[in-house]
């Protein structure tokens, strides 16, 4: 046993709340396991921030593990690769809620022919390789930021300001998932490689690491990461400063100025495990078709897995022996921020760090809310300092320009807004779709 499992883990926010963490424990001494493919894969066409792709591929055609499946045909920077998770053949496309939108969107199904891994693409050797042969590499592969955004890396890694310092986020927020820390505990070759891959297309120097483990927790990614000459950066104990701007703050005493980006100060920022995606599909030659993922439910405790996307739910959990039936309620991500999704049939996505699952006996809070009492709680805990109650308004009320001045746009999607309300209203579906109504 590495971590102290009997400590009493809380992250201090502001206006003196805590976020209690201790639930995580019982998945950070937990290996992964792999989840073999189901019979029948669900895929959706977008599964990162920015346009849906296409399907270049036709119903009835043979496919292979890795193989591009979704492509965008006018080349927008920002939209990244779908590939098939297995070898099988398209039997359908068809339109799916998707979770994160809320949307109908285009999803394939794909049946599984077997088990067989074998990388799509060719290595490369990154040490000798040009930038421009990395980054296309990156896009090819199709990998986009696990640590939930889903932003396409391969725009991230090409900036068009000068980049001073690179940061990897191995700071792992959520209160219930564990698949970082255990990535940094088992795969901490595959990491640092992925961090020099980038730092190389960067063409930089300054890298530092963040991660809110204690010293001797992770001991052999701690070590090689100094020895590369990488600073490892231990954080407060804080739940919101996971999001990259407050972790900017936070260890370069730098702010980014609202709306504007990282990148507009030198500095860019990647999840700990985008870097090892990175490096699987540059040394490797892999698509970014499987991630690790945390299964939770209060009384299956944590389960860290091994799990190909497209992968329905209901199969994941088989493979852990637990029936669907028990759950009444299903999350796609973390306790506070994921989407729940409409039912059990619904697949992994590739920025599914999570999968969390109520029982009947423990009901959704938000699910009777009451008329918002305005005690301002939500405006207080907010880390990025808007105003949420506000904001609920503005969307209700589909005004553009409020929401604008608003800045609805700075939100990080923490949910602590959600968490504290007493009316239990769920302020984050109104932030997301104030976002998301800019956007559009």
Known sequence: MIFNTDKQYNFKEKGRFKVDINIKMSALEDPFTEVPPAKKMTVFLRQHLGSQTQLIVNEGDSVQYGQIIGNDFNENPLSAPIHSPVNGKIIELKKLRHPDSGKMEDAVIIETTDNNKQAFFEPIKFETASKEKLLERVRDAGIVGLGGAAFPTHFKLNPTKK????????????????????????????????????????????????????????????????????????????????AEKLLIKEILDKEVP????????????????????????????????????????????????????????EHILKHLGVSALKFDRIILGSILMGPTIPDPTYPILKATSGITAFTKN??????????????????????????????????????????????????????LCSYVCPSRIRFTKYLKGGKLRIRE
Request: proline share 6%; hydrophobic share 35%.
């Open 163 to 242: 980049i001073t310092h690179l940061i990897i986020n191995a700071k792992e927020s959520d209160p219930n998932v564990a698949c970082d820390c255990r990535l940094m505990m088992e795969k901490p070759m595959g990491i640092l490689n992925g961090i020099q891959i980038m730092a190389k297309i960067l063409g930089v120097e300054n890298i530092a690491v963040a991660t809110r483990t204690e010293e001797g927790e992770t001991p052999e990614f701690e070590k090689i990461i100094q020895e590369n000459g990488i600073a490892l950066k231990r954080m407060r104990p804080n739940y919101s400063i996971g």
């Open 258 to 313: 609202s709306g504007k980006y990282p990148p507009d100060i030198g500095v860019v920022v990647h999840n700990v495990a985008t870097a090892e995606a990175v490096s699987k599909a540059v040394i490797d030659g892999e698509s970014l078709v499987s991630r690790g993922l945390t299964f939770y439910s209060e009384h299956e405790g944590g389960k860290n897995l091994w799990v190909r996307m497209g992968t329905p739910v």
């Open 362 to 415: 423990t009901p959704d809070p938000y699910g009777n809310s009451l008329p918002c009492i305005r005690c301002g709680y939500c405006n207080t805990v907010c880390p990025v300092d808007i105003y949420p109650q506000l904001i609920m308004e503005a969307e209700k009320a589909e005004n553009v320009r409020w929401l604008k001045n608003l800045h609805v746009e700075a939100c990080i999607e923490c949910g």
